[in-house]
């Protein structure tokens, strides 16, 4: 299985500041269809998981513009432009190229 | 809106059987993959089960492969998850997902609450 490496694992961020996630593929996630399969999902306490990103860098709908997501081949970043209060949470990167596989998860805490 | 309930977890010993049931509304069921995914307590997310819409293919990873099946029936908009044989190691929240294979890729796009299953003596 394709392994995703995300740092940092535990990410302290001050309120309005910006934030930045890496995760890393074991394996190239370009698609024979030409597409790269990288989203990003976000797990709030209490609430169920939520898809911020699809295909590297498509943001879902009433996703906030804070959000972007940026990458390429096994390199991708997720980044929050200005944190706030409810982007507590741990964030998780997820291959569909290959049979689908997460990252560890990166929790974002407010310092 | 799309909504997502996961059922039927709860406690139990090892070697014993559990169903989840996970009812779905705001979609078009019968025209969508869907999947399962759990978390193991303080562990990452694992994706190890999909059906196709028309429930003719299943998919699963080799923790769960001749132990789970996945079923699901589209007159109900309703998803299923037969677990035999369970494990300690299969105490997990398990959560149901609108997503699966599509032109061999795989994908998620909403989930549901999620369950909660545990395996002990």
């Known amino acids: 299985d394709v392994v995703m490496t995300q740092s940092p694992l535990s990410l302290p961020v001050t309120l309005g500041q910006p934030a930045s996630i890496s995760c890393r593929s074991s394996q190239s996630l370009v698609h024979s269809d030409g597409n790269t399969y990288l989203n990003w999902f976000q797990l709030r306490p209490g609430q169920s998981p939520r898809r911020l990103i699809y295909q590297v860098s498509s943001r879902d709908s009433g996703v906030p513009d804070r959000f972007s997501g940026s990458g390429s081949g096994t390199d991708f970043t997720l980044k929050i432009s200005r944190v706030e209060a409810e982007d507590v949470g741990v964030y998780y990167c997820m291959q569909g190229t290959h049979w689908p596989t997460f990252g560890q998860g990166t929790k974002v805490e407010i310092k | 809106d799309v909504q997502l309930l996961e059922s039927g977890g709860g406690s139990v010993q090892p070697g014993g059987s559990l169903r989840l049931s996970c009812a779905t509304s705001g979609l078009t069921f019968g025209s969508y993959a869907m999947s399962w995914v759990r978390q193991a307590p303080g562990k990452g997310l694992e994706w190890f089960s999909s059906i196709s819409s028309g429930g003719d293919a299943t998919y699963y990873a080799d923790s769960v492969k001749g132990r789970f099946t996945v079923s699901r029936d589209n007159s109900k908009n309703t998803l299923y998850l037969q677990m035999n044989n369970l494990r300690v190691e299969d105490t997990a929240i398990y959560y149901c997902?609108?997503?699966?294979?599509?032109?061999?890729?795989?994908?998620?796009?909403?989930w549901g609450q999620g369950t909660l299953v545990t395996v002990s003596s």
């Open positions: 997902a609108k997503g699966g294979r599509r032109s061999g890729a795989w994908y998620i796009e909403y």
